[in-house]
């Protein structure tokens, strides 16, 4: 059996691995990705903040790839996610749509996890926090069972 902390850190990894992918895509051809917001009916204004929403892509995702401030880059992806699926894969009428709307529904249901959660043992953010000791553990359970 695969040991709970190589799980965390694969689905860690492939939930990073995606926001990592799609904002150097975005970087690599800026020109696509304006035309297509345009045909989405985004405002010159809101492509500014679509340029933002490229940082928080590739900072949200190099996050979780390295499981450093996981939480955070979890939240904010969470954050880039709501409007993005709303505005872009809300046509129901088209399957293809209607996929990447529940794929996106999905992804955000892994970034709630590791917001939750954490990112798992195999971190940066793991290998920061102090070290419980046992004397930690008992004073801990001397005030639970008073």
């Known amino acids: ?50 340029l933002g929403a490229i940082a928080i892509e590739l900072v949200g995702g190099v996050s979780l790839l390295l499981g450093l401030w996981s939480r955070i880059g979890a939240f904010l992806l969470v954050l880039f996610m709501i409007p993005t699926t709303c505005i872009f894969h809300s046509n129901f009428g088209d399957p293809n749509q209607t996929i990447h709307f529940m794929k996106n529904l999905a992804m955000v249901g892994g970034l709630l996890y590791v917001y939750v959660y954490g990112p798992g043992n195999l971190s940066i953010d793991a290998g920061m926090q102090p070290a419980i000791t046992t004397t930690d553990l008992a004073a801990m359970n001397k005030v639970v069972n008073q």
Do not use: C, E, N
Not at 18 to 29: E, L
């Open 1 to 50: 059996m695969i040991h709970p902390s190589y799980i965390s850190l694969i689905g860690r990894l492939l939930l990073g691995l995606i926001f990592v992918m799609s904002g150097f895509q975005k970087v690599a051809d800026p020109g696509g990705t304006q035309v297509f917001m345009q045909a989405m009916g985004i405002t010159w204004a809101t492509i500014l903040f679509y």
